[in-house]
């Protein structure tokens, strides 16, 4: 899909990548209204202006899903106050049932804490770890070297590990090594 992309192969690329594209915007924007909502935008984005696209369709619109992210960001100024993390006792009791509750309070207490991240450490640990991408694919998409991407992700594990550290109903710990 290189070059302008047409209605088909936008309709293509979201049949192919369109669940991994919805979990990465859900992660940058911290809720799933949020993040179709980043998605469309972004989408809007690339439908207005189709020529700017050079080569790599989803690149791009990963570009722009980052970038709308952080204008999200930067628009609203400064973090709102921490939010209560998780419930008391009783939801650590429901975390350890069988049916799969645990492993999405897992995943709902893990976005809570990338909320809690400054935004370039948060589009830095979701494109690292989540993403799976390597530093460069990182700096590049975030238009900064890769150092800047190495010291975010080390800020951030270590915020992270911080924070679920004072969490201690959290259930998971994250790996000292992971870096």
């Given at each position: 899909?290189?070059?302008?992309?047409?209605?088909?192969?936008l309709?293509?690329?979201?049949?192919?990548?369109?669940?991994q594209?919805?979990?990465?915007?859900?992660?940058?924007?911290?809720?799933?209204?949020?993040?179709?909502d980043?998605?469309?935008?972004?989408?809007?984005?690339?439908?207005?202006?189709?020529?700017?696209?050079?080569?790599?369709?989803?690149?791009?619109?990963?570009?722009?899903?980052?970038?709308?992210?952080?204008?999200?960001?930067?628009?609203?100024?400064?973090?709102?106050?921490?939010?209560?993390?998780?419930?008391?006792?009783?939801?650590?009791?429901?975390?350890?049932?069988?049916?799969?509750?645990?492993?999405?309070?897992?995943?709902?207490?893990?976005?809570?804490?990338?909320?809690?991240?400054?935004?370039?450490?948060?589009?830095?640990?979701?494109?690292?770890?989540?993403?799976?991408?390597?530093?460069?694919?990182?700096?590049?998409?975030?238009?900064?070297?890769?150092?800047?991407?190495k010291?975010?992700?080390?800020?951030?594990?270590?915020?992270?590990?911080?924070?679920?550290?004072?969490?201690?109903?959290?259930?998971?710990?994250?790996?000292?090594?992971?870096?």
């Amino acid at each position: 899909m290189g070059g302008t992309p047409t209605g088909a192969d936008l309709e293509r690329l979201l049949a192919e990548r369109g669940t991994q594209l919805m979990r990465v915007a859900i992660a940058l924007a911290g809720g799933r209204e949020a993040g179709e909502d980043l998605l469309q935008a972004a989408l809007e984005r690339l439908l207005r202006k189709p020529r700017q696209v050079d080569q790599d369709t989803e690149g791009y619109l990963r570009q722009v899903l980052y970038n709308l992210a952080a204008d999200g960001w930067r628009r609203r100024g400064r973090w709102r106050q921490r939010l209560p993390l998780l419930r008391a006792q009783a939801s650590q009791a429901s975390a350890q049932a069988s049916d799969g509750a645990d492993v999405v309070d897992l995943r709902d207490a893990l976005v809570r804490l990338l909320r809690q991240l400054p935004p370039r450490q948060r589009a830095v640990i979701v494109l690292r770890y989540w993403e799976q991408r390597t530093e460069a694919e990182t700096a590049a998409l975030l238009g900064c070297s890769e150092g800047t991407v190495k010291s975010a992700a080390s800020r951030g594990l270590r915020q992270l590990r911080e924070l679920a550290g004072a969490q201690a109903n959290l259930g998971f710990e994250l790996a000292e090594g992971t870096s």
